[in-house]
Structures are given as C-alpha cells and as structure tokens.
C-alpha cells in the first residue's frame, strides 16, 4: 500500500491547500439575518467536512474548520473542542481583545497538515460573533480553546499559523512533532 502524505489525505477529503488563493484573501461577511439561510449551508457544509475529516484523523486538542478552507470565501467557521463539548459556531467572528500574557505551542493547519508550527497566541480572548438572528454575541476564550478560535479567524483573515511564528522559527515535518494525540499543556491547568 502506498503512504499519502497527510496533506494529500486532507486534499482527498476536499481540505483546499496552502498556496490556493482563497487561503490568503479575507473572508466576506455575512449580512445577517437576511443571509441567514446561505450562513446555514456554509455551517451545514463544515460540519460535514468535519465529519468527513474526523473520520480519518482523530483531533485530542480539538480541530477546527474555516470555509475557505472548503473552498467558500465567507466568513464562517466552526470549532470542536476537545472532548464531549458542543461544537462553535464562529460567523463574522471578530477579536475585539486579547490578553498580553501568551504561550507558545505547536498547531497544525488542514491546509498545510504534513507539519506543525510553534505559534505565539494571546492565553485569553474576546470575540464578537453574529447570531443568525443579526445580534452580536460577545465569548471569552481561555487557553487552548482561544487557540483554537483564534486560528479559525486567522483564516478567515487571509491568515495562516505560519505568519505568526516567531522569526526564524520554521514549521517541522510531521514525523518529528511527538505531541500527536495529546492536548495542550499549560502551566497551573
């Protein structure tokens, strides 16, 4: 049996690549509630393609999808925390702070899954996203599930994990990162 680079598994299962336009253009937002019924399909199709991915890789830190990464340049995301946790909903999200205090730790990307980055994130952050309805919804994110909100709307920014590393510090293969499998470590938790 031939091996498939992680990356081509990811392209098999309808994850857009790194180097793909989409992935580096900011999404649109939605106009809600009057687009309602298009942010519902863009939602119903990342959870499918969550469903479809979970299939093939188990996520212990949780995984996440942004549209254009199924190649739909719209402001939506969907998050799943570790565990039994329901899933998030991000639309049109937006940081509106974060904390000084940060960490480093590795994150993979669907787009680019052959290699995990050590990236710098803010420990804590605010975000506004936009109800179905049109309200505003205000959430805090704490450690890991901040980590992982913030990198959906990094993507949604037209940005990838890799234009937050720290200068010199360059993404390693797959093969060397050891911390498949397991979840985040943060000092106190």
Known sequence: MIDVRPSQRMRDLGVVQH????LAEPARAFDLPTERD???RVVDELFAA???IGQVHPFAKGMGIAAPQIGIARAAGVVQ???DAPAIILLNPRITTSSDETDEQYEGCLSFF???GLVPRP???TVETTALTGETVTTVYERGLARLVHHEIDHLDGLLYSARMRTGVEPIPVEEYRQTG???VYDGA
Do not use: S
């Not at 180097?19 to 989409?22: V, Y």
């Open 182 to 184: 397991r979840g985040w």
């Open 114 to 116: 052959d290699v995990r």
């Open 123 to 125: 420990l804590e952050i």
């Open 19 to 22: 180097g793909a336009a989409i």
């Open 50 to 52: 969550m469903e479809r």
């Open 38 to 40: 298009e942010a519902e």
């Open 81 to 83: 925390p570790p565990g």
